[in-house]
């Protein structure tokens, strides 16, 4: 890492902060009775959004996805790529997409492949700026409703 770096880059170093995952990853667990039933929050590894469209990135070392991710995806207008490998050396072995409720099969992939797909969201993206409300404030504060849209 150097400072020439672009901004997306990690700029983190294990062996003068310590573990990334122990420092900085968020504890769910003390926030899951915040939320009703067994609904608990889910870790995305990536998101990006051009014109309104947004892209979610999961990353996977296996082909499995967990309930409450595939809920989340499933239901969301949004396309996620669901990508499975080594994230450590980026080695791509597998992909598949949901789109509009429908996980597709996952398909072999290497990096170029995931590269082309997103590329491919981009363009579609910038060419196809979704329709969207905007909130003139932030509906919640403390719990209180501040305003009905």
């Known amino acids: 890492m150097s400072s020439g770096d672009p901004p997306h880059v990690l700029h983190w170093d294990c062996e003068k902060q310590g573990c990334f995952n122990r420092k900085k990853r968020l504890k769910f667990h003390l926030l899951s009775d915040c939320l009703p039933d067994r609904i608990a929050f889910t870790d ?23 309930r409450g991710q595939r809920i989340l995806f499933e ?13 450590e050396e980026m080695a791509v072995t597998s992909m598949c997409t949901v ?6 099969a996952p398909e072999p992939a290497d990096l170029e492949r995931l590269r082309q797909e997103i590329r491919a969201w981009a363009k579609w993206a910038v060419n196809n700026p979704a329709l969207q409300k905007r ?13 009905r849209n």
């Not at 995305?44 to 967990?66: F, Q, R, S, V, Y």
């Not at 239901?75 to 994230?87: F, K, M, Y």
């Not at 909130?135 to 305003?147: Q, V």
């Open 44 to 66: 995305i590894d990536a998101a990006t959004e051009i014109g309104g469209n947004l892209l979610l990135l999961e990353w996977k070392d296996h082909a499995e996805i967990k």
């Open 75 to 87: 239901r969301r207008p949004a396309v996620v790529l669901i990508v499975e490998g080594d994230a």
């Open 99 to 104: 789109w509009c409720g429908v996980v597709s």
């Open 135 to 147: 909130m003139t404030s932030f509906p919640f504060f403390h719990g209180e409703l501040l305003c």
